[in-house]
């Protein structure tokens, strides 16, 4: 099963159970890349030439080139369901409200303190990081991915997804949630 999807360098990268990784130049016609490792890796995310993988067991994958996978471990055991990247560093976050972070991607340490949430998704736009969960519509926002502020979500659904574009973050979540952000501070839910 295929759970983590980017696109960069022109570039799809997809990832999955047990150790899968694919690319493809079209979406049509894909490679399998997999680094003969065995954990899950639930999401993908791409930057500025960096394919970042996070999943089972704090591990994560990373790749410049989409062909040459590094495992590297965060040295948190933890389930790992969201990643980002902006200019100076990269994220993990995930169960139990962990979130870690790498300016190399190697070294890896906690960000911030530990939340009873699980968050399960997380972005970068409008020079912040922003993370959704559950329960009770859990954001958290961060300007440097170090320290975290939990925001007002006006929502207690669940929140599973998370992106920004076109200057908005928007989240969505269970029954029908979605929230609209410009700054990833200030939250509006949509109508439906």
Known sequence: A??????????????GANGTVLTSPDGLAWTNRSPGVSYTFSCMTYRDGLFLAAGSSGKTLQSTDGETWNLR??????????????????????????IATST???????????????????????????????????????ADGAAWEEQESGTSESLSG???????????????????????????????
């Open 2 to 15: 295929l759970s983590g999807v980017a696109y960069g360098g022109g570039l799809f990268a997809a990832c």
């Open 73 to 98: 471990y965060t040295g948190i055991s933890t389930w790992y369901y969201g990643a980002a990247i902006n200019d100076t560093c990269m994220l993990a976050a995930g169960a139990n409200g962990i």
């Open 104 to 142: 190399d991607g190697i070294t890896w340490t906690r960000a911030g303190e530990s939340y009873a949430d699980n968050l399960e998704d997380i972005d970068y736009g409008a020079g912040r990081f922003v993370a959704v969960g559950w329960p009770n519509g859990i954001i958290m926002s961060s």
């Open 162 to 192: 998370l992106v920004y574009g076109n200057g908005l973050f928007v989240a969505c979540g269970s029954g029908a949630a979605i929230l609209t952000s410009p700054d990833g501070v200030n939250w509006t839910p949509s109508a439906m």
